[in-house]
C-alpha cells in the first residue's frame, strides 16, 4: 500500500521535496575533495569532530507563555534544509492515510498533524509564537 500511496502523492510530494530535502553539491565536493587529499580515514575522524550547532540562547525570564513555548522548542538536530519540524494539513479525505510514512518527511525530525492552518496560527498565537 505504501508504493501505492507515494506514486497517489507523487506530485506534492516533488514539489515538497526540494523545501525539505534541498541538494547540497557544494559539501558534496568539499568532502570529495577532502577524502582525496587526506584519505577516508582522515576524512572520517574529521568529520566526527564537527561538533553539533549550538541551539539558539534562550531568553531569561519573560511570560509564562514564553516558558510555555520554550517546553514545546526541540533539541533535536535539524535536516540539510535548516526545518526542525513539519505540521501537516490534510483534507478530510485523506486524514486515514499515514501520509507521515512518505519518503519526503524521512529526513525530518517531528512531523505532525493539525487540523487546519487556522486553528494551528490560533494555538501559537495562544503561545504568543513570533515567526
Same mark, same amino acid.
Given at each position: 500500500?505504501?508504493k501505492e500511496m507515494e506514486a497517489f502523492f507523487?506530485?506534492?510530494? /516533488? ?13 558534496? %565536493?568539499?568532502?570529495a575533495e577532502v577524502a582525496v587529499g587526506k584519505?577516508?580515514? !582522515?576524512?572520517?575522524? %574529521? /568529520?566526527?569532530? *564537527? !561538533? ?17 513555548? !520554550?517546553?514545546?522548542? =526541540? ?8 526545518? %526542525? ?7 478530510? +479525505? ?6 507521515? =510514512?512518505?519518503?519526503?518527511? =524521512? *529526513?525530518?525530525?517531528?512531523? =505532525? +498533524? /493539525? ?7 490560533? +494555538?501559537l498565537k495562544t503561545l504568543e509564537h513570533k515567526?
Amino acid at each position: 500500500m505504501l508504493k501505492e500511496m507515494e506514486a497517489f502523492f507523487k506530485p506534492i510530494s /516533488d514539489a515538497i521535496d526540494p523545501l525539505l530535502n534541498p541538494q547540497q553539491e557544494e559539501q558534496e %565536493e568539499e568532502v570529495a575533495e577532502v577524502a582525496v587529499g587526506k584519505g577516508a580515514a !582522515a576524512a572520517k575522524k %574529521e /568529520d566526527a569532530k *564537527k !561538533a553539533p550547532p549550538k541551539p539558539p540562547a534562550k531568553a531569561k525570564g519573560g511570560t509564562t507563555a514564553q516558558a510555555e513555548l !520554550a517546553a514545546y522548542e =526541540s533539541n533535536l538536530p535539524t535536516s540539510s534544509s535548516g526545518i %526542525e519540524s513539519v505540521v501537516i494539513c490534510c483534507d478530510h +479525505r485523506f486524514e486515514t492515510l499515514p501520509i507521515e =510514512s512518505l519518503e519526503v518527511f =524521512s *529526513k525530518v525530525s517531528v512531523i =505532525s +498533524r /493539525d487540523l487546519n492552518l487556522h486553528l494551528h496560527m490560533n +494555538r501559537l498565537k495562544t503561545l504568543e509564537h513570533k515567526a
